[in-house]
């Protein structure tokens, strides 16, 4: 009873939510309410057993990408006539990927209908006692172990690409060493000098 | 405290509901007056650091100090700046507040005493901790001033570049631990030190985590010498700038809440949590609330230390620490813990 309550109180929540990331006027609005609808969705993974998932969903999405976003979005100069301007010229585009969208749905649910998709027939079958992270880990290390540092790599090429689009080497800047400053002895850094009355010193 | 409401002749689901409800009231309240008893402490222990009296004319020694501000700013006007965003104004202190009181969740106060005995307690505090930083950023952004907007860029960066370096010390724990569960975690402590001491720090390979760990936790919560998204000489009061009343008083509460939890954090992890500090069949009789309140405490007067001696970090050299120090260095140490319990564990 908690359970279904829970279910249909997160899946309302998330669909209102994502909604409102379209219809909200306010683009930083936008990305609370996404960040919302991120969160409800782990609830539903929560629900599912998938507790892992969830937790990664939370952090990976809300703490760290959704923040990226929101950083971006506050920094922009935002023009709200010229974003309604741009409302009909991109229309047509729109609706385009929303056909598209909704076409693959219908598709995606008669295949369901239709038997096309067996669930039962999983390639590892899980331990029931074993724990999320256990499970996921032993399959992620063992059978799909390729695929796992593949997918490492993609992510490492496009890191070592990021860096290298955004990297420019910048002249004139002062940089502080801290090592050298560490290193440094009173007796490299001062001298003890008597000037003569009338002599002054040497810088 | 679910079978108790059973008794009393309710249905499971309300008996559960009724007992979670007890179990959130019986952490945040007592948590509440800890934060209001710490704050005191705060004062109390810089002042008598810079050899000042602190807080001593309100109740005796100035125990009350704190509920007469908290009595203070629940009387004053909240004033909402005109061109702020109103209600993400408001919303901001509310999500800080709330985030430093969910993570308590998981905490363990002793053997089975905790809310949500949840696999991925640890995986959970990360998630919590990482919400902390939209109520500086949405306080700092709606308050549509200049001040504030430049703290809440400072304190988001900070609060993710120490995030990073938090997960990785917490991955040399886990892999120690074998669990992600924070009761569990305790557990494994128990004569973790040759058999004598329970605790983590005494392993020669996560003391230097341990120190890690704190360091980050000073961080994370944005304490001196880190505390520069309230640099009070550059950004006026950082984020809270044009804050007042109860929505400033509770960024502060959720402020001090954050810092007993981080407290918590480094006793539980690293210094054996509610298990006494030696394993000794008699100190088991006191119950282990009072190890873990014992150890919370040390830590919140090292806390308390550090912030009435050690100068202000530059904001630079604080990104320096963060990436090019405690990132590699606690990288190498998951390599390092993953390839001892390799050759002694697991092979």
């Known amino acids: 009873m908690i359970q279904l309550i829970a279910f249909y109180l997160f899946a309302t929540i998330t669909i209102a939510s994502a909604a409102m990331v379209i219809f909200a006027r306010n683009p930083v609005h936008s990305v609370m309410w996404l960040i919302l609808a991120f969160f409800n969705a782990a609830g539903l993974m929560l629900l599912a057993g998938a507790e892992f998932i969830a937790m990664l969903l939370v952090i990976v999405y ?10 971006v979005v506050m920094m922009l100069d935002i023009d709200f006539a010229e974003l309604r301007a741009g409302f009909v010229r991109y229309l047509p585009l729109g609706a385009l990927v929303a056909i598209i969208l909704a076409a693959e749905l219908v598709f995606a649910v008669g295949a369901w209908n239709a038997g096309g998709v067996d669930l039962a027939a999983r390639v590892a079958p899980v ?77 | 405290m679910t079978e108790f409401f059973q008794n009393l002749g309710m249905s499971y689901e309300w008996a559960w509901g009724v007992a979670t409800v007890c179990g959130i009231l019986l952490i945040a309240l007592p948590l509440m007056l800890a934060v209001a008893m710490i704050i005191y402490a705060d004062r109390k222990i810089w002042a008598a650091m810079a050899l000042r009296r602190g807080p001593n004319v309100v109740g005796p020694f100035g125990l009350l100090q704190s509920f007469a501000d908290g009595l203070k700013v629940f009387l004053q006007e909240t004033i909402i700046p005109s061109s702020a965003n109103r209600g993400l104004f408001l919303i901001a202190p509310i999500i800080t507040f709330t985030v430093a009181l969910m993570a308590w969740a998981v905490i363990p106060f002793n053997s089975g005493a905790v809310l949500a005995d949840i696999n991925v307690g640890l995986l959970y505090i990360l998630a919590v901790s990482s919400l902390g930083v939209y109520g500086v ?18 304190a988001s960066a900070q609060m993710i570049s120490y995030e990073v370096s938090i997960g990785f010390i917490l991955i040399g724990v886990v892999l120690f631990a074998d669990s992600f569960n924070l009761n569990e ?5 128990q004569g973790h030190g040759l058999g004598i001491v329970n605790a983590f720090g005494f392993n020669l390979l996560l003391f230097p985590l341990a120190v ?39 960024f502060w509460l959720g402020e001090y809440a954050n810092v007993l939890l981080m407290c918590t954090l480094n006793a539980v992890l690293f210094w054996g949590g509610w298990l006494p500090p030696i394993d000794w069949a008699p100190l088991y009789a006191v119950p282990g609330i009072i190890w873990l309140f014992a150890k919370i405490l040390f830590f919140f007067f090292a806390f308390s230390w550090v912030k009435a001696t050690v100068p202000r970090y530059r904001y630079d050299q604080l990104m320096r620490l963060g990436w090019k120090v405690f990132l590699p260095i606690s990288l190498i140490w998951v390599f390092l813990v993953s390839g001892y319990l390799m050759l002694t564990r697991y092979s």
């Open chain 1, 127 to 203: 331990a029931e006692d074993a724990s999320n992270i256990q499970q996921i880990g032993e399959l992620l290390y063992t059978r799909y172990i390729f695929l796992f540092e593949a997918a490492g790599i993609v992510l490492l090429v496009a890191m070592i690409g990021a860096i290298a689009l955004t990297h420019r080497q910048r002249g004139g800047t002062r940089g502080q060493n801290i090592a050298a400053q560490n290193r440094r002895r009173p007796h490299e850094a001062t001298r003890l000098v008597d000037p003569g009355v009338g002599q002054g010193m040497e810088l």
């Open chain 2, 137 to 154: 950023i949405l306080s700092g952004w709606s308050s549509n001033s200049k001040y504030p907007f430049f703290s809440a860029m400072r």
């Open chain 1, 62 to 71: 809300v703490g760290a990408v959704a923040v990226l976003f929101l950083f």
């Open chain 2, 185 to 189: 975690i305790v557990r494994v402590q």
């Open chain 2, 212 to 250: 890690l760990f704190f360091i980050s936790s000073l961080a994370e919560t944005a304490r001196t010498p880190f505390d520069l998204t309230e640099a009070e000489s550059e950004l006026v009061a950082g984020y809270q700038t044009e804050y007042s009343s109860m929505s400033f008083a509770l």
